[in-house]
């Protein structure tokens, strides 16, 4: 089973500013790497796949890179409606397609 | 419009049975393999297992082998998830998630469901 990890746990950060979160994975996983957003209350929302492909309907804001073990989410200027937790899922290898432990962007 | 919708919310005691539902409309349900994702209080996203519905071709997370049941009805275009005895920790929100593109075997989840919250308690 492919072990993904996050960091940082927690990232605090001013509106307006970049955020940039990490995940790296226990072995390669090509490109096969999505972004989640998930705020509180609600479902996970897909952002990026295939390592730095934005989803329908994502702000430009957004961007992914990286491939093989270690990958990058950049929030170029954080929105307020930015701040939730992040994780980062392979889907190279399954089952399972594993998620990393999240990041949370909060406020500073 | 692709829609999820899961059953409703579940309060059940220690070694009952259950089974949620996960309805997918507006695509063909068939076509698109439909995971479980397990989210306990406070907690990450863990994968717990994915069914395709056109065969009813089924993979499970090795953590969750065993402990859950995944089946489909593509009669009715529903995926379900079910315990034949709880415990107090699968206590959490369960997920279901569509992966994206037609019958796509390396592919996040596109479409999410709202999520069915499991409380079990005595």
């Known amino acids: 089973e492919i072990v993904m990890t996050q960091s940082p746990a927690t990232l605090s950060v001013s509106p307006g500013e970049r955020a940039t979160l990490s995940c790296r994975a226990s072995q390669s996983v090509s490109s096969n790497l999505a972004w989640y957003q998930q705020k509180p209350g609600q479902a996970p929302r897909l952002l990026i796949y295939?390592?730095?492909t934005r989803a329908t309907g994502i702000p430009a804001r957004f961007s992914g890179s990286g491939s093989g073990t270690e990958f990058t989410l950049t929030i170029s200027s954080l929105q307020s409606e930015d701040f939730a937790v992040y994780y980062c899922?392979?889907?190279?290898?399954?089952?399972?397609?594993?998620f990393g432990g999240g990041t949370k962007v909060e406020i500073k | 419009e692709v829609q999820l919708v899961q059953s409703g919310a579940e309060v059940k005691k220690p070694g009952e049975s259950l089974k949620i539902s996960c309805k997918g409309s507006g695509y063909s349900f068939t076509s698109y393999w439909i995971g479980w994702v397990r989210q306990m209080p406070g907690k990450g996203l863990e994968w717990m297992g994915i069914i395709y519905p056109g065969d009813s071709d089924t993979r499970y997370s090795p953590s969750f082998q065993g402990q859950v049941t995944i089946s489909a009805d593509k009669s009715i275009s529903t995926a379900y998830l079910q315990w034949s005895s709880l415990k107090a920790s699968d206590t959490a929100m369960y997920y279901c998630?569509?992966?994206?593109?037609?019958?796509?075997?390396?592919?996040?989840?596109?479409?999410w469901g709202q999520g069915t919250l499991v409380t079990v308690s005595s």
């Open positions: 998630a569509r992966r994206f593109g037609i019958a796509a075997r390396r592919a996040p989840f596109d479409y």
């Open positions: 899922q392979q889907y190279n290898n399954w089952p399972p397609n594993t």
């Open positions: 295939g390592a730095s």
